[in-house]
């Protein structure tokens, strides 16, 4: 098998995009890697990921689960995929950690990042898949205390269909939501509206 057909088949296995050390540990070598990116054959991404210049348009959500791991879906896009919005974000939003290094956060996928504190940001983590791409989710009841916590940042009318939204959902889990509001700060704001939607 030729290098070419080494870095193909591998970028292939990874579904669009190898990092650095799986395609030494298919057989390439660091010099390798730099041909076949001179050559054109193959694409740098960011340090230490690569895709094929041929290789068709990746799923946006590829480029987030694999490049941004740590990265949660949160807030506006989180919304979107639970059904509380039918705006489509123009920008994935992403949670991150505080400490993470910005230069992590240049990916070929326009990401409005939210900086969380460690100590919750991994409260309400789950996964979904999107586009057929496993990624961390925020839950529902995380994503609806986020939009409170970030309520400045929402559009007000995206944060009403939101709420309302989610006190008409059937899965919702209002202990949790609960919990999760008094661990984010904003219990009293979401117990008043809460107690409104759900009583109004």
Known sequence: MSKTEIAEKTIAEKGGIAKTAELLSAGLSKSDIGRLTDSGVIVRIRHGFYRLRSGKHLPEALSIAVMLPDGIVAV???LFLYGYSDFTPREWSIAVPRSISLGKLKIDVPIKAYFIQREVYELGKTAMLVDGIEMNVYDR???VCDCFKYRSRLDSELFAK???????????DLSRLARYA???????????TMEVLLNG
């Open 76 to 78: 506006e896009s989180a």
């Open 141 to 143: 009841e995380r994503t």
């Open 162 to 172: 939101a709420v309302k939204a989610y006190a008409a959902d059937e899965n919702k």
């Open 182 to 192: 008094k661990a984010l700060g904003v219990y009293k704001k979401v117990k008043d």
